[in-house]
């Protein structure tokens, strides 16, 4: 199990997750998203999260209870919730705050070196994530992970925005839990 990469770089470990989605899910911006396949190694700065907190959050999958979908957002924090959305894109989740409570955030875009990936689909089909990732331990520093570089944020480069793609969710939706950095 690979924690301290060396320099300033290490694989976020659980105590990251298990912290409020709010907090955690701005604390994501700037960190990299690292995928290793037998291809190589790809990493993209993470620049757009979303986050989805608890039942009562109707954005939220939690929202119509415990199901063999949402059952990963139950588990502890650090672990991957990858599922598939109409039937053809798959998005990636981090899993936070404690077991028993669901809240996730939505890895919404990344910049690697070349271009920004924008869209959580994009994101998954970019680094080659899907469902067989799902339930997967990114504090593991295998096959898929999250790095932090030691880059810090101020928070004036964060905006916040309402959710996208759950208007469903009516007031919820509105939230601004969207976040992004401003380039």
């Not at 290490?10 to 700037?30: E, I, K, M, N």
């Not at 620049?47 to 949402?70: I, L, N």
């Not at 939505?106 to 970019?126: H, N, W």
């Not at 096959?143 to 905006?159: F, K, M, Q, T, V």
């Amino acid at each position: 199990m690979r924690k301290d990469l060396g320099g300033n770089v290490r694989v976020l470990p659980a105590s990251f997750y298990a912290r409020p989605t709010l907090q955690v899910a701005r604390s994501l911006l700037g960190k990299y998203l690292v995928r290793e396949t037998s291809a190589g190694r790809r990493a993209g700065r993470i620049v757009e999260v979303e986050a989805y907190v608890g039942f009562r959050d109707r954005a939220s999958h939690a929202s119509r209870g415990r199901t063999k979908r949402t059952e990963v957002m139950f588990g502890p924090p650090g672990l991957a919730y990858v599922y598939l959305i109409y039937g053809m894109y798959h998005c990636l989740n981090v899993v936070t705050e404690r077991a028993d409570f669901p809240a996730a955030v939505l890895i919404r875009a990344v910049q690697d070196t070349s271009a920004l990936i924008d869209g959580p689909g994009r994101v998954c089909r970019s680094f080659q994530i899907d469902r067989e990732l799902n339930y997967h331990d990114l504090t593991s520093g295998k096959a898929l992970w999250i790095e932090d570089r030691g880059n810090r944020i101020r928070r004036a480069r964060i905006g916040a925005f309402p959710r996208i793609g759950v208007d469903y969710a009516k007031a919820w939706a509105a939230k601004p839990w969207r976040f992004r950095l401003k380039m």
